[in-house]
């Protein structure tokens, strides 16, 4: 079945898809994350790991990075499937696989994977085509955030409970987003069900980098400014917390990129670390 122009995968969904495969390729275990099934999705073809953005010493932090929040994300879901939690927002889905890679605990979700029209159909081309089933728990949810299209409407049509708790993730995208933007999504998710949680990643301003990753900052702004996609918002923890407050959620708290490091690289004798500048909001309704 040929391909449609409109179905194409966000350049940026396709590289975290890319980072979490070479992870598996080139690091030595334990891996943090497993994730081969992006890669099948990509389809970026047999010479993808000579892109320069896949060399695996100058990108192994952000590799490392990508696969930290993965496993941070995935340990959140299960601690909230455990609690009684049945609803999963992904908002920025890209090319995630964690319905592929753990159907017994996903099977026990009903999961809403949110993004842009055309990756959404990129990615729903390619799962049929690879064999894999959509299945009944599992809703692809194209959203035309250009065109100003309203997610949380888009969710209610396809099942999508506001009554009931969930779990709200948004990682890798706040970067692309004005501040208004993100505030008023904030206050959308605040607005939810008593007990959901939201996890959201933010960059953080060049100052508060480490200086030894501000080099390859640089080189990933002047990346996203020739792909079309600036990164347009950076926040402070401290500002990203004021916004929470505001948007009127119960609970919020910063969790900084380093305490990822400790948590799932710390016992590691091959250097792999993630680079900093990237932390999470957690916030609870």
Do not use: C
């Not at 966000?10 to 081969?36: F, G, K, N, Y």
């Not at 952000?62 to 999963?88: H, K, N, P, T």
């Amino acid at each position: 079945m040929a391909r449609k122009q409109s179905e194409v995968p966000d350049h940026t969904a396709v590289r975290t898809a890319l980072w979490r495969a070479m992870h598996l390729q080139v690091d030595p275990p334990p891996h943090v994350v497993e994730d081969e099934i992006g890669l099948q999705l990509a389809g970026p073809g047999d010479d993808w790991r000579d892109r320069p953005d896949m060399d695996p010493q100058g990108t192994s932090g952000f590799r490392a990075a990508i696969v930290a929040r993965a496993r941070f994300i995935e340990d959140l879901i299960a601690e909230q499937v455990e609690r009684g939690v049945s609803q999963y927002v992904i908002l920025g889905a890209g090319l995630d696989t964690f319905a592929q890679r753990k159907p017994e605990l996903a099977s026990r979700l009903q999961i809403f994977e949110v993004d842009q029209p055309g990756t959404q159909a990129f990615k729903r081309h390619r799962l049929v085509e690879l064999g894999y089933t959509i299945p009944d728990w599992l809703h692809l949810v194209p959203v035309d955030f250009e065109a100003g299209a309203s997610w949380s409407e888009q969710l209610s049509t396809a099942g999508f409970d506001p009554g009931r708790p969930a779990v709200i993730v948004s990682t890798g995208v706040t970067m692309y987003l004005n501040k208004n933007t993100t505030a008023a999504t904030l206050r959308q998710i605040a607005g939810l069900a008593p007990g959901s949680t939201l996890a959201m990643t933010f960059l953080l301003p060049t100052e508060l980098v480490d200086a030894a990753d501000r080099p390859g900052l640089r080189t990933s702004e002047a990346g996203a400014q020739a792909s079309g996609t600036p990164f347009v918002s950076f926040y402070t923890p401290q500002e990203m917390l004021a916004l929470a407050r505001d948007a009127g959620f119960k609970g919020f708290r910063h969790v900084p990129g380093a305490l990822l490091a400790e948590r799932y690289f710390a016992d590691r004798t091959d250097g792999l670390r993630p680079s900093s500048g990237e932390d999470l909001l957690l916030a609870t309704t």
